[in-house]
């Protein structure tokens, strides 16, 4: 599995949510010249490009159709994909997310209630660990 870092210098950011509307608006919330941000509205692309790039970091929405964030879940908990993990949701149950969903969850961002200067800050912090 190729490390991002040797397909460029800029690391690679996934995002998977299946609303127009909200994946348009972390697209902009997130958009920064120091990151490879590459967004989906369904599993498939966004499991390929999961593995092609390995990223250090994944947006997923709980709520993608057909169970696709278990999917993806399930990939990560398996260790078949290294990579930290934080859910977008419109429940406010971040406790019980994480205790159904499995620990290796970073953290859950509240969709309707999420402030674009917390979110970047979440990015930069997850990707500073990422580098040490």
Do not use: C
């Amino acid at each position: 599995m190729p490390n991002h870092k040797t397909l460029s210098q800029k690391p690679y950011l996934i995002f998977v949510e299946h609303d127009y509307y909200i994946r348009e608006l972390y697209k902009e919330i997130l958009a920064s010249p120091q990151l490879n941000l590459l967004a989906f509205s369904n599993i498939l692309p966004a499991l390929k490009a999961i593995r092609k790039y390995n990223p250090p970091l994944v947006f997923v929405d709980v709520d993608l159709p057909g169970g696709a964030a278990l999917k993806i879940l399930k990939q990560i908990d398996q260790g078949k994909i290294k990579t930290k993990v934080v859910l977008l949701s419109n429940f406010e149950g971040k406790d019980v997310i994480r205790k159904y969903l499995g620990q290796q969850i970073e953290n859950v961002i509240e969709t309707t209630h999420a402030n674009p200067d917390e979110v970047t800050r979440l990015v930069y912090k997850i990707l500073a660990e990422h580098q040490k």
